[in-house]
């Protein structure tokens, strides 16, 4: 139907930069909001950015300043750029799209998730 891959996670050192990329492919009519979310061992998921069609973004303060989303449309992709990390941001970052099928139906769709690991 739709699916979310995400890519570009590794080994970073603290201070070091990273770009996550999330590709969204299928029965795609558009794409709303898409966003990233992250997940450290031991803690819940948390809402990291999120980005709107017309490019309105959010972000969770903690990353503001360092972390920019941004989307290709015509690509179905939103990319995640990570700037001057720092420990606590390792985690499983995944990605979100509020999608809306061919067929009209309107769904959430997760990626499967990329690890960040960052060395300090």
């Known amino acids: 139907q739709v699916q979310l891959v995400e890519s570009g996670g590794g080994l970073v050192q603290a201070g070091g930069s990273l770009r996550l990329s999330c590709a969204a492919s299928?029965?795609?009519?558009?794409?709303?909001?898409m966003g990233w979310y992250r997940q450290a061992p031991g803690k819940q998921r948390e809402f990291v950015a999120t980005i709107t069609k017309g490019r309105i973004t959010n972000y969770v303060d903690s990353v503001k300043g360092r972390f920019t989303i941004s989307r290709d449309n015509a690509k179905n992709t939103v990319f995640l750029q990570m700037n001057n990390v720092t420990p606590e941001d390792a985690g499983v970052y995944s990605c979100?799209?509020?999608?809306?099928?061919?067929?009209?139906?309107?769904?959430?769709?997760w990626g499967q998730g990329t690890l960040v690991t960052v060395s300090s």
């Open positions: 299928g029965i795609i009519f558009s794409i709303n909001d």
């Open positions: 979100n799209a509020d999608v809306v099928t061919i067929n009209f139906n309107r769904k959430g769709v």
